[in-house]
């Protein structure tokens, strides 16, 4: 691990990263992450510890760091050819030019214009299909449970698949297109439930398993392979 005034990075071969330092007062250990959005590396340190102990802490994970970036490496872009999994389906993307947008059939989606704007194209239908999707589940588990909604938003996250505020604005992951579609029922479910119980306690887990009795299947699947869903898309 190297430094300069105020920075310190990382460097494993020909992979520099760079790493973001943060001391926490409730924090009772050190904890190293990646942050694959950011290609970063964040270490969070109790107050009692010292950068230099911070940095000694990440030179001994330096194996585990190295697992993590070849973990994400593997790029699928929205590129001519390739086959994604979208909403539950594995859609084949094909360049065709000529004029218009995207052309859709039922496991084919059909790109016009230059091909430099094919993947932006193919990331804003994704994330419009997406947001349709979710806004359809989240009114209906609204409706069961009576609850107000706020605004809906998709945003690319690092660290949380969906949240929900106090006045029941609800984001979510735009990556949870790649994922199984019951896995985004799940997440869905899981934040409608937190306008009317806010936390995690035994009444929230019991509404989430009232809206999708087989959430922990979702939910086992996410722990077990939701950084794949950071493997899709350059851009």
């Not at 994330?127 to 609850?147: D, H, P, R, W």
Request: glycine share 6%.
């Amino acid at each position: 691990m190297k430094s300069t005034p105020n920075k310190y990075f990382i460097d494993l071969g020909e992979v520099r990263l760079p790493i973001k330092i943060k001391k926490l007062r409730t924090s009772r250990r050190m904890i190293i992450r990646y942050q694959p959005l950011q290609k970063s590396v964040s270490l969070t340190l109790p107050q009692s510890a010292t950068i230099k102990q911070g940095i000694d802490f990440i030179n001994r994970k330096q194996e585990w760091i190295i697992r993590q970036v070849k973990q994400y490496s593997h790029n699928n872009s929205f590129s001519d050819g390739n086959i994604i999994p979208i909403l539950g389906k594995n859609i084949r993307l094909e360049h065709i030019g000529g004029r218009g947008l995207i052309s859709e059939t039922e496991n084919i989606w059909q790109v016009h214009g230059d091909i430099e704007f094919m993947e932006r194209r193919v990331k804003n239908l994704i994330i419009k299909k997406t947001k349709s999707e979710i806004i359809i589940l989240a009114e209906n588990f609204a409706k069961q449970l009576n609850v107000k909604i706020g605004n809906i938003t998709l945003r690319d996250t690092s660290s949380r698949w969906g949240s929900c505020s106090h006045d029941g604005n609800l984001s979510f992951s735009w990556r949870l297109a790649f994922a199984p579609y019951e896995v985004m029922v799940y997440i869905v479910a899981h934040e409608v439930a937190h306008i009317r119980e806010h936390n995690h306690s035994n009444r929230f887990w019991e509404l989430v398993e009232k809206l999708n009795p087989e959430f922990m299947k979702a939910e086992n699947w996410l722990k077990k392979n939701g950084k794949l869903l950071y493997q899709y898309g350059t851009i």
